[in-house]
């Protein structure tokens, strides 16, 4: 499945427990000819976690794509105008940009290269993984599925026992979602049976 030099943004936001599942499907759209700008969010570029350093990532991202990360929202805007991007995946996407994305709001790199890129009529693909899905996020995904030029990386219930409300995005589709969302479709089935 190659994606034959399309240019895609690669957005990192705060969902630190999933990078070391996310990094390897960034390397796998690289191996598949894109052309991938990465981008943090404020709070993944800045917090170092149980997970890791955030100048290992940010580091990572670069060696990985030959492209310093993009992590300010002045970089961030001028995707808009500049219209770089051919598509736009937020891999992981935390329930905090979920909820910011579906009501307009701007404050951080990732969400002013979602605003500027959708402002090009051109589609974003969202890999969300929060432990409040089906609580107070899911009316966001609700709007966020019915808007035009957004589609889901499919997702499911992650450990529906001991996190009743969490949901996370099968990683390893990231690819076959962007491939399908080229086209304007959403991969199918976008909701995932228990995990
Ligand atoms: C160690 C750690 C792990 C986190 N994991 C998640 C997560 O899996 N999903 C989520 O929605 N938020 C998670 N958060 C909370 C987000 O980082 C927080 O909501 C932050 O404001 C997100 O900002 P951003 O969406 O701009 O990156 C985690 C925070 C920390 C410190």
Excluded at 2 to 13: I, Y
Excluded at 45 to 64: H, P, V
Excluded at 107 to 118: I, W
Excluded at 164 to 176: E, K, T, V, W, Y
């Amino acid at each position: 499945m190659t994606l034959n030099h399309k240019k895609v943004g690669f957005a990192f936001t705060g969902s630190f427990c999933t990078y070391d599942r996310v990094f390897p499907e960034l390397e796998r759209l690289i191996q598949n000819e894109a052309d991938v700008y990465t981008i943090f969010s404020k709070n993944s570029s800045t917090i170092n976690s149980r997970f890791g350093k955030a100048a290992d990532f940010l580091a990572r991202a670069g060696q990985l794509t030959g492209r310093p990360p993009v992590i300010t929202i002045e970089e961030a805007e001028k995707f808009g105008p500049g219209n770089i991007l051919d598509i736009l995946v937020i891999a992981p996407c935390t329930g905090n940009t979920l909820a910011k994305l579906a009501n307009g709001i701007t404050d951080s790199p990732v969400l002013m290269a979602a605003k500027g890129h959708l402002r090009n009529n051109k589609p974003v693909v969202l890999a969300p993984s929060t432990n409040d899905a089906l609580g107070s996020n899911l009316k966001n995904i609700g709007v966020l599925i019915a808007m035009k030029n957004i589609f889901f990386v499919p997702f499911g219930q992650d450990n529906y026992k001991a996190k009743p409300f969490s949901m996370s995005a099968r990683f390893d589709l990231i690819l076959p979602a962007i491939s399908e969302a080229l086209n304007g479709r959403q991969l199918q089935p976008v909701i995932l049976g228990p995990g």
